[in-house]
């Protein structure tokens, strides 16, 4: 009997645990967009937009996606400094995670 509550309560742990995890992934995920904010899209590490479209004179959307996890999200870029002004998510935020890291 304690062995079977002994497992049962290892199984119930490691699936909270990567429940956690997933949550703090995409946590991450968000953190590093609004990082992003401020700074010169050429700069940030990502591979290149799957399109630009232009917003105005004076701005673009620039769309980005992680083709493994279907994750797409765009930054609304200046045309003239590349800053990034802002971002939003393009598909369900479910899909959008980084993988954690030592010391996240």
């Not at 993988?99 to 996240?104: E, F, I, M």
């Amino acid at each position: 009997m304690k062995v079977k509550i002994f497992l049962t309560a290892i199984f119930t742990f490691g699936i909270l645990s990567s429940c956690i995890s997933h949550e703090r992934a995409k946590q991450l995920f968000v953190y590093e967009r609004n990082y992003d904010v401020g700074r010169a899209v050429t700069v940030v590490p990502l591979p290149k937009p799957t399109k630009i479209v232009p917003i105005d004179t004076e701005s673009s959307l620039y769309v980005y996606e992680f083709q493994n996890t279907g994750c797409q999200w765009s930054y609304v870029v200046d045309d003239s400094t590349k800053s990034i002004l802002s971002w939003k998510f393009i598909s369900d935020p479910d899909l959008c995670y980084m993988k954690l890291r030592a010391g996240y």
